[in-house]
């Protein structure tokens, strides 16, 4: 005995459940990628504050070294 054929809707309710799959591992990578890219952020701005500082500590005793030489 041979089971039927798939109807149309049987495979529309098939394509749905797949799409529905995909589009929750989207949302969950999305997810993932939004937080590497809020650490990246912090990381970026504490890297920027000390190049900052750094800056600063060298414009300030630019002076002192050209004085010594």
């Known amino acids: 005995m041979t089971t039927p054929a798939p109807t149309l809707r ?3 309710n ?3 459940e797949k ?3 995909e589009f929750a591992r989207g949302q969950e990578r999305l997810s993932q990628l939004e937080a ?3 650490q990246l952020r912090q990381t970026m701005l504490r890297i920027s504050g000390a190049i ?3 800056e600063e500590e060298l414009g300030a005793k630019a002076p002192d070294a050209a004085g010594d030489g």
């Open 52 to 54: 900052q500082v750094l």
């Open 10 to 12: 049987d495979q529309m």
């Open 19 to 21: 799409l529905r799959a």
């Open 36 to 38: 590497e890219a809020a």
């Open 14 to 16: 098939e394509r749905l």
